[in-house]
């Protein structure tokens, strides 16, 4: 019964990162190595000016919210961490459902003055290193990483940075 409940809960919780197949239950960077970047806050617009981001800084901690043209909006923290020359958010949704575990995913970001570009790490060449290095489940369709923190920033550093580990990024806009 416990396990079927826990699927249910993380079935539904996995709805609410709809747009990434892979997550983790764990941060995928620690406290200490995230950083900030001063061209991240602002309101952006996707170039179909259907979809909004609104980013705002709030001690080490972004807080972002994705807004559809439909008005359905999503909210998530996000700490921001480099590899190499790379730049990547970690984001943990924080809206609020019944039976909510929140779980995080890894974006790749590439941030200019006035462009902001970002592609999720879920590439299938991604999700196969996933599995030979880390402990992942595949649960309805997704990669559920369930290893600790420690493992997966090494994992990360090892693998996130090269091009192969995301799709092509979609390009936002700062809003005037």
Known sequence: MRFKLASTALAGLLL??????????NPLVAEKPATTHP???GTWIDSDGKDTIVIRLNGPIYAVTYVEKSGTAYKFDGRLFKIGDATFLDLVTTNEAPFHIPVHFAMRIW???DTFRMAFLDTDWFKKQLAQHLSTEKIDGRTVITAQTPAIQAFL???AADD????????????Q
């Open 164 to 175: 192969k580990a995301h799709g092509d990024p979609e390009t936002m806009r700062r809003m």
């Open 16 to 25: 609410l990162t709809g747009c990434t197949n892979v997550v983790s239950l």
């Open 111 to 113: 941030i200019d003055r």
């Open 157 to 159: 550093e090892a693998n």
């Open 39 to 41: 061209a991240l806050p």
